[in-house]
């Protein structure tokens, strides 16, 4: 298991950026895929991003392709996520999880990502 603190949250406007962290504890991060998600009020947690256990492979949801960009550092145990031109309806409280069976098991606290119009 991995604990896992999400960061870098905020109040911004249409068309900003944000770049989210997630610092991971432990000695075996750089063995789990890592993922982003996000849930919205009223809505179910959505899948945003996932980055692969190298950082080699990317993938994306569609509505945040070409925005968003999942990244990682294995020798600071964190990833990352570059928010760009970012919308209102990209308001959600975002988590990091890391994957374990090809599932998310181990998730952060969240941090909240308000976007004004």
């Known amino acids: 298991q991995v604990q896992l603190v999400e960061s870098g949250g905020g109040l911004v406007q249409a068309g900003d950026s944000l770049r989210l962290s997630c610092a991971a504890s432990g000695r075996t991060f750089s063995s789990y895929a890592m993922g982003w998600f996000r849930q919205a009020p009223g809505r179910e947690r959505e899948y945003v991003a996932r980055i692969s256990q190298s950082g080699s492979f990317t993938y994306y949801t569609d509505s945040v392709k070409g925005r968003f960009t999942i990244s990682r550092d294995n020798a600071k145990n964190t990833v990352y996520l570059q928010m760009n031109s970012l919308r209102p309806e990209d308001t959600a409280v975002y988590y990091c999880?890391?994957?374990?069976?090809?599932?998310?098991?181990?998730w952060g606290q969240g941090t909240q990502v308000t976007v004004s119009s």
């Open positions: 999880a890391a994957y374990r069976d090809y599932l998310p098991r181990d």
